[in-house]
């Protein structure tokens, strides 16, 4: 197997242990450093204590033989005791700090770390069923074409089947191209700055998407409303029709086939141009809400493990929408399914 293969199938048991490994030296060094420094600061904070009693009997001594019975009384009140005092209560303020000092910056050092793990161990897991399952659709469209092929040498088929075998291979071939695209897409968004600006009318770009998708699903119920004849936007023309595209698809996708609804808006309020996509769909649960725009995740639920999906769609329009200055929020719809809200600035 290649060498820059290898790193992807590194067994999630392998990972974990790795992670362990490190983690265990990582807190075993740490904890070593802090019983180590708890230890030397309590040295000199009773070495400063032994040197401040020693000071003070040398005083004693001092007053003692010059038989100064008000010198003996008054010792505690005298000069040379107050700076015995002084100096070595600053030593000692200075040793407590220091080690407060240590001790939050490791704490903090630990908070961090351990955090850097967890987000490790995450995204290494994520990447793995990522892989598991694109595996799974990149090979099944291309066992159905080969299969089909097959047929088509061995047998003579009617015209009638011939065109109904290729439309189902141009159909599997297009989630192929749609799922290589998104991979693509995914590896694109993250590089800055490369998108082209032009002006745009959201409009006229969403009635295009929208006339697309009503061939492609004949069956699903579309409305769009459009507030104002133009809502122009500056954009990547591309970029925009993804982000349409994929809520559009989405919400498809995870409603009904047989009622499923779905309305789309466009308007404009303050300066931004809202585009909404509204579903009677599943709907998302409000503790995925925050998580359905990272990379790779997907919701756990039955009803989502039953569609084909990769957990990359709404990460790339999450990072087109930051890209072109733009927000997105995810709401329940009423009485069910989901509503999904981008705003992008106006064009000037
Ligand atoms: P994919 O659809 O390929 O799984 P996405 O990034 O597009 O990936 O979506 C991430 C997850 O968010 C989906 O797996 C699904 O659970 C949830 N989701 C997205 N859009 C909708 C929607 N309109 N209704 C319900 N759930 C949705």
């Excluded at 009693?53 to 007053?63: T, V």
């Excluded at 769009?224 to 349409?244: H, S, V, Y």
Aim: charged share 25%.
């Amino acid at each position: 197997m290649k060498n820059r293969y290898k790193g992807l199938f590194v067994s999630r048991k392998q990972n974990t242990r790795l992670f362990s490994i490190t983690r265990i030296l990582f807190y075993g060094m740490l904890t070593y450093a802090l019983l180590f420094f708890a230890w030397w600061s309590n040295l000199q904070y009773t070495q400063m204590t032994q040197i401040e009693k020693a000071n003070k009997q040398i005083l004693e001594y001092k007053a003692q033989l010059s038989k100064d019975s008000t010198a003996i009384a008054d010792l505690s009140e005298s000069p040379q005791y107050q700076a015995v005092e002084k100096s070595t209560n600053l030593r000692k303020y200075m040793i407590i700090a220091g080690a407060a000092v240590l001790f939050l910056t490791m704490l903090t050092g630990f908070w961090y770390v351990e955090g850097g793990f967890r987000r490790e161990v995450a995204l290494a897991n994520q990447q793995r069923n990522f892989l598991l399952s694109i595996t799974h659709e990149l090979k099944s469209p291309i066992a159905s074409v080969r299969l089909i092929l097959e047929t088509f040498r061995k047998h003579e088929l009617s015209r009638e089947k011939t065109v109904q075998f290729a439309d189902r291979s141009l159909k599997e071939l297009e989630r192929l191209n749609q799922l290589v695209n998104n991979i693509l897409l995914a590896a694109r968004v993250e590089n800055a700055n490369q998108w082209s600006e032009e002006k745009l009318e959201m409009n006229e770009l969403v009635e295009d998407i929208l006339e697309e998708v009503r061939s492609k699903y004949p069956n699903v119920r579309f409305s769009a409303r459009f507030d104002g004849t133009a809502n122009f936007i500056t954009a990547d023309r591309t970029a925009i029709a993804t982000i349409a595209f994929n809520l559009i698809e989405n919400a498809v996708k995870y409603s009904s086939p047989e009622d499923a609804e779905i309305q789309v808006i466009v308007r404009q309020k303050r300066g931004r141009v809202f585009f909404k996509v509204a579903d009677n769909g599943i709907g998302i649960p409000d503790k995925d809400k925050g998580r359905i725009f990272e990379k790779f995740y997907r919701v756990g639920s039955e009803d989502t493990r039953k569609t084909k999906g990769t957990g990359l769609g709404l990460y790339i329009v999450k990072q087109i929408v930051k890209a072109h200055n733009g927000s997105i929020v995810v709401r329940n719809n009423s009485p069910q399914g989901s509503v999904f809200e981008v705003t992008l600035p106006v064009a000037n």
